[in-house]
């Protein structure tokens, strides 16, 4: 990759213009000329916005925004030095007028798979036989690479290299090698009458296994919000598909071969477990990860998520250090990158709950849901914002889209227990109770959701069977009190009463039970 500073243009390998933001742009040409130099944040905020009063946010942003753009390869040559500035690695032209990326030490590794997958969108097949829809094939790929480049665990390969690449032969192994890409979506475009129909296809690149395939319709009234469709629809077959395929690589590595990106998948199914010894497995797997890569904005929101539900559930004994350490981790996710969907839902979420910063958490969640309406999680998220802020009929409208958008996802009682939650504090305790039932079902050890049980079981009068919910409680938490509950954060003091109160109709005792 080279930079030339007097033409300001970045090319590719093969020699085709790089794309940026203006401001990410400036910032990229004053990093390499200055190559091989640590800038401080401070001038690089100076240099970058004159006469502008910008944040490190900003900031955060630009460099997430380049590094995207130097992709697999590159990406490393941009360094973070912690609390110094960053450093753009690169040889200067004889004549100090341009900069070559070599690839970084441990770089090519990565491409090759030690760190985040990549996936080339292959323009798909048009056997429309109408030469005047053709377009709808090459739309359909072009929304689907800006959608799926939205999901920040993976990269996705740029249009360019994409749609060049030579694809008659169907060879996946070879087309995966030329892009440097792990899996490649490729798939075909037909019509029948007004009906399109889109077959597609995820495969892993170096083996040729198909990994995912999917088939999607509509019709021609309106092609364009057909297009938008499909690619929301391909995007969120994808991802739990892609996720599980590399979670599977992740398993059958040597421990002794493991870096920041295995670390993190492997806490995943742990995590999703919800156990107490699921959830303390997946919290050393994530602190390993952040040891092995400080900066992975990933492991920090996991981390933060699963800190604070330890908590939450009575699993650790630190509880108000617990709370401090989820959000502190969610915020500096968002500090790293400040348009990362699981940062800023992460950071939402703990700053509610943890931090009763009702004003912060509301703006994060605005953030997350204006730049990723289409992700499960962000809608999860920010659905517990608007639960503990008491907006509950609009908490409910987000766990509904979640639960469309992913109607097959592995922690689908996380968007029932938001529901329960919406509910309990809606005082529908006829609700809340089938709904908590029905999260005890999939997840039996879930205490969250019998504690919601017993109080809405307490609360509707049947204070017979919140009592043997409540045994249940004690046997999943044996040392679990009233004065303990009230140590939980539940929005506004209102609330609290609520809960408090249904935890007391039935029987929790005030102190644990062994004093």
């Known amino acids: 990759m080279m930079i030339l500073i007097d033409q300001r243009e970045v090319r590719d390998d093969d020699g085709r213009p790089v794309e940026l933001r203006r401001r990410s742009f400036n910032l990229l040409m004053l990093l390499a000329d200055n190559a091989g130099q640590v800038i401080s944040k401070e001038a690089l905020i100076d240099g970058n916005w004159p006469n502008v009063t910008a944040s490190d946010e900003s900031l955060a942003r630009c460099i997430s925004d380049i590094r995207g753009a130097l992709g697999v390869k590159y990406r490393h040559n941009l360094r973070t030095f912690p609390g110094r500035g960053y450093l753009l690695e690169g040889t200067k032209t004889e004549a100090g007028n341009g900069v070559r ?16 997958p990549s996936l080339a969108v292959l323009p798909f097949a048009d056997m429309t036989g109408d030469a005047d829809q053709a377009y709808l094939a090459l739309g359909i790929a072009d929304d689907l690479i800006v ?5 920040r665990w993976f990269y996705v390969i740029g249009r360019n290299s994409s749609f060049a690449v030579r694809k008659e032969d169907g060879d996946f192994r070879r087309i995966g090698r030329e892009l440097g890409a792990h899996y490649v979506l490729a798939g075909t475009l037909r019509r029948d009458g007004r009906r399109l129909r889109l077959t597609a296809r995820l495969v892993e690149a170096e083996t040729c296994r198909q990994v995912w395939a999917g088939r999607f319709e509509g019709d021609l009234d309106d092609v364009f919000a057909l297009q938008d469709r499909i690619a929301r629809d391909v995007t969120l077959a994808i991802e739990p598909s892609l996720q599980t395929a590399e979670v599977e690589k992740a398993r059958k590595k040597r421990t002794d071969d493991l870096g920041a990106y295995d670390l993190y998948l492997r806490s995943l199914p742990l995590f999703h477990s919800y156990t107490r010894e699921g959830f303390a497995e997946a919290e050393t797997l994530l602190r390993m990860a952040l040891m092995h890569d400080p900066n992975y904005v990933d492991a920090h929101a996991a981390l933060a998520d699963c800190v604070g539900r330890m908590a939450l559930n009575g ?47 509301s703006d994060l969640a605005e953030r997350a849901l204006a730049l990723h309406p289409d992700t499960p999680a962000i809608r999860s998220y920010c659905g517990w914002v608007f639960v503990y802020t008491g907006q509950c009929q609009r908490a409910i409208e987000q766990f509904e889209a979640a639960r469309r958008l992913s109607p097959l996802d592995p922690r689908s009682y996380f968007f029932l227990l938001g529901l329960a939650g919406a509910r309990f504090f809606l005082k529908d305790f006829e609700a809340t109770i089938t709904l908590a039932r029905r999260i005890i079902v999939e997840s039996p050890s879930h205490i969250i959701a019998h504690r919601f049980l017993a109080a809405a079981l307490a609360l509707s009068g049947r204070k017979e069977d919140a009592r043997i919910v409540l045994s249940r409680i004690l046997e999943l938490q044996p040392d679990y009190s009233l004065e303990h509950a009230r140590r939980s954060r539940m929005g506004h003091d209102w609330m609290m009463t609520l809960w408090i109160e249904g935890l007391a109709q039935a029987g929790l005792p005030e102190h644990e039970a062994h004093l």
């Open 147 to 151: 959608t799926l480049s939205r999901i």
């Open 101 to 116: 990326l070599r690839c970084a030490e441990g770089a090519a590794e990565s491409a090759r798979g030690a760190e985040k």
């Open 315 to 361: 699993w650790r004994d630190d509880i108000e250090k617990a709370y401090a350490e989820s959000c502190s981790l969610a915020e500096r996710a968002v500090l790293a990158d400040p348009e990362h969907p699981a940062a800023l839902a992460t950071a939402a979420w703990a700053s509610a709950m943890f931090g009763e910063k009702f004003e912060r958490a």
